[in-house]
């Protein structure tokens, strides 16, 4: 498995993610059949798939193994091409019409949000808010690095591992971009993490990515929901899109960190920063204390 721990001596080196994730024993595999599998218990659904929690007895590991409706080969390739420690696992694909499903590294902490609600208001500390805010930008920074627009990054998209590791999954809207991309339908309760540009022009890019990052670091920022109080989700759509409101951030939050999330929010994407440079403010720990005690 990755050979990659947190948290690491910081090598100042981009490509520091990459040279780690080497490792043959990786190997993504075509499962032939589901028969390889022993089930336990579903843990977790989304709009179109059930997510399992399941052991593959030949490997005597435990995966997660999330049933979709399909497998394109666009999703495969994707799917096979990803290797990141801030990324999910994926081992392996069953693609056996009827049976679609993508095997993955199993994360016993469950999601992000589902993690921050259980928090109650309470705040993450700053080394977690750091570590977390970092493993959430290499994500994003690492799959634009190879032209890959995720285009659902939101809290429940990212997963906590056993060694407290922050990990993105879901590459179910991800796509190969250079450039924006149209987006064919909504996922549904992704409006909050939503670009005023998806949400308008149904329009989605890396920058796009960059923007829905901003929600995630406000998220491990305050625990809320973002725009916790809205109604519904064509609300929150009306009011980011139309109105160009955004969560409030609180006062206490460090000016390097309030500029850095507002500029991640900007109407003009071109104008948004890059995740290197997002990436680079959170290791070199710029913002300084988190919280003022
Ligand atoms: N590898 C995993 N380990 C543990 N839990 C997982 C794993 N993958 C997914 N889950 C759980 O299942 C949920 C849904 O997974 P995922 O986001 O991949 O499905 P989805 O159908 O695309 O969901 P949505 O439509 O809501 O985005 C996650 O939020 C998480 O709680
Ligand atoms: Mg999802």
Request: hydrophobic share 35%; proline share 5%; aromatic share 10%.
């Amino acid at each position: 498995m990755w050979n990659f721990h947190w948290p690491r001596p910081w090598s100042g080196s981009s490509d520091y993610y990459q040279l780690n994730t080497n490792n043959n024993n990786d190997e993504f595999e075509d499962i032939a059949s589901i028969g390889k599998f022993e089930w336990m218990e579903l843990c977790g659904s989304g709009s179109f798939s059930s997510v399992y929690k399941a052991t593959w007895t030949e490997r005597n590991i435990t995966v997660a193994a999330k049933k979709v409706l399909s497998l394109s080969q666009k999703e495969l390739d994707i799917l096979k091409t990803i290797k990141n420690p801030c990324i999910i696992n994926i081992l392996g694909v069953i693609s056996q019409s009827p049976d679609f499903y993508i095997i993955m590294e199993y994360a016993n902490g469950g999601n992000l949000f589902n993690y921050l609600r259980k928090l109650k208001g309470s705040k993450l500390p700053d080394d977690t808010f750091y570590q977390w805010s970092e493993h959430a930008t290499e994500a994003v920074r690492y799959l634009g690095s190879i032209n890959i627009a995720h285009r659902d990054i939101k809290s429940p998209n990212y997963l906590i591992t056993s060694a407290r590791d922050l990990k993105l999954c879901d590459f179910g809207t991800a796509k190969v971009s250079n450039e924006g991309t149209s987006v064919t339908s909504h996922e549904k309760g992704s409006s909050p993490w939503m670009a005023p540009e998806m949400i308008r022009d149904k329009l989605a890019s890396k920058k796009s990515d960059v923007y829905s990052l901003g929600i995630v670091i406000w998220e491990l920022l305050t625990g809320e929901i973002p725009y916790g109080q809205a109604d519904n989700q064509y609300q929150i759509m009306y009011l980011v899109a139309e109105k160009g409101e955004r969560p409030l951030i609180p006062e206490d939050c460090p000016q390097l960190l309030r500029r850095l999330i507002l500029s991640c929010w900007l109407e003009d994407r071109d104008s948004r920063p890059t995740p290197q440079l997002i990436l680079e403010r959170i290791q070199t720990k710029s913002f300084g204390p988190i919280r003022k005690s």
